[in-house]
């Protein structure tokens, strides 16, 4: 006897999505025994933006479903129960509780401790009784002496730590939430809120809030036999929150798609109220299966006034964007340089910019270069004994690209030319610089539509995302011996 999930839902006709998720909560301890009892029927829960459009529309509240929709509208369809099967990314998901009060939605999935198929009675199913149960009990909490939209509001962002108490891992102990609150030390509603030590002023002006996620990848890649190519990702979510009021309230859902790769070794900012243990106990320790949790990422905070990171995460991606070969000989006084490089196919083909930077250390200026290209330009840099491989903003159609030729270096000066201890003989990288916009390698992202705000006002809320380079190399094939990020920090 466990719920899923649980959603409140405004209705709100005229407006592009027709209805906006207020809250939403999710249980992934009670998923994971929905995986085991369904078996091969098991529907996953799905993001709030299609639960949102598919429960609209198994409701009738979109403007654009007036017709008769026989999946829907047909006498075996005739819904007495106010439960409802959900046509979500192909599959139903069953049994949805839902109802409509005061412009209100309400819903949860309850659990079913057996296979869905065939559908067992609803008699059988007792989570459903213990849904309707948390559900009016909300209702009865939210609209109990509720005057204004501003009393709405506080006791939506009371929800999180009520329900912490009245169904802690989605098993409801009492449906009565006005018993959590009395043992709950929240301020009174009719009270003004004191100024926390922590937050010196109130922000005045137009409400807004930004979300930027930045993902750097590293890597190191040998292409040598019998030595792993290594590579990482790790993620910073940065906020800025332009609120009005005291101590307002934000709850921001991180997302993946459906190949998305897992975010892991997640850490917050302290002004996160609360968090779902699923989230801590992502770790790139353990291996890597289908149990792993994908999402969403809800936090819930009270944002201070300045810019914050609001959560770093690595994630263990199957392949680096770029793959590249890299060979150096040297032939007498010249080397003799090959270069290939192949941008992975799922990878964003439109880069702000992408270098390669060739540098060759403990040797003399260039003085003669002859080369090749299949594409790009090549800078020479005599006396940095540098060559940039502008490759430019796009890759060519075939995702791969080559650079060829030799290199002549003059006589050693100390004093002019770069010198490494490490890159001795052919032992030596190039490095790839590059920034990808409105891109995530691991597909992470902000939806701005599931971002609940609990303040005065309507917020514009802007969403932005880019992946970075961060110390990406590609090791000379022939070099004697590999070299590992350790080696490159002593």
């Known amino acids: 006897m466990a719920q899923r999930a649980v959603w409140l839902i405004s209705h709100e006709p005229g407006t592009p999505l027709r209805g906006t998720v207020r809250f939403s909560r999710r249980y992934p301890t009670v998923e994971k025994r929905a995986r085991v009892f369904n078996r091969a029927s098991y529907v996953p829960i799905p993001e709030d933006g299609p639960f949102l459009k598919a429960l609209l529309f198994e409701l009738r509240l979109l403007d654009d479903d007036k017709d008769f ?21 192909g599959e139903e998901l069953w049994p949805v509780v ?43 909490f939210l609209y109990s002496g509720q005057k204004n939209d501003n009393e709405l509001n506080t006791k939506l962002s009371q929800l999180p730590d009520l329900l912490l108490q009245a169904c802690p891992f989605g098993t409801v102990l009492d449906a009565n939430l006005q018993n959590s609150l009395d043992n709950t030390n929240f301020a009174s509603v009719t009270q003004p809120q004191k100024q926390p030590a922590w937050k010196p002023g109130t922000y005045k002006g137009k409400p807004q809030v930004s979300i930027s996620i930045t993902e750097k990848v590293k890597s190191m890649q040998y292409d040598k036999q019998g030595v792993a190519d290594t590579w990482q990702v790790v993620g910073t979510v940065t906020c800025k929150c332009d609120l009005e009021g005291i101590m307002p309230n ?81 032939e007498e006084v010249q080397l003799r340089i090959t270069i290939n490089l192949k941008l992975h196919e799922s990878v964003k083909n439109n880069f702000e910019f992408c270098e390669a930077h060739i540098p060759f250390f403990n040797r003399g200026p260039i003085t003669h270069l002859e080369y090749k290209t299949s594409f790009g330009q090549l800078e020479v840099f005599r006396e940095k004994s540098l060559l940039i491989w502008i490759i430019g903003q796009k890759f060519p159609k075939s995702m791969e690209i080559s650079l060829s030729g030799t290199v002549t270096f003059g006589a050693k000066n100390h004093e002019k030319q770069p010198f490494d201890p490490i890159c001795v003989g052919e032992t030596a990288y190039l490095k790839l610089h590059f920034r990808i916009l409105d891109y995530t ?50």
């Open 441 to 490: 390698l691991t597909g992470c992202y902000a939806d701005q539509h599931s971002v609940q705000v609990f303040a005065s006002g309507k917020p514009k809320i802007s969403a932005y995302r880019k992946l970075i380079s961060s110390d990406y190399y590609i090791w000379n094939s022939k070099a004697p011996a590999p070299v590992t990020y350790g080696s490159l920090l002593l």
């Open 250 to 330: 934000v709850t921001i859902s991180l997302s993946l798609p459906t190949n998305g790769s897992p975010l892991q070794d997640i850490l917050v900012h302290p002004c996160v109220t609360s968090l779902d243990s699923a989230i801590l106990t992502s770790s790139s320790i353990d291996a890597m299966d289908d149990s792993a949790f994908s999402g969403p990422y809800k936090f819930p905070f009270t944002p201070p006034l300045e810019s914050f990171n609001l959560c770093y995460y690595t994630s263990q991606v199957p392949v680096p964007p770029i793959l590249g070969f890299y060979q150096m000989k040297e």
């Open 98 to 140: 839902a109802f409509l009060k005061n412009d209100m939605i309400y819903a949860c999935v309850p659990l079913v401790e057996q296979t869905l198929s065939p559908r067992p009675p609803l008699i059988s199913v007792s989570g459903v009784s213990q849904g309707f149960e948390l559900l009016y009990g909300i209702q009865d």
């Open 69 to 89: 929709v026989e999946s829907r509208d047909s006498c075996s369809r005739i819904n007495k129960t106010s439960i409802y099967g959900l046509l979500v990314g």
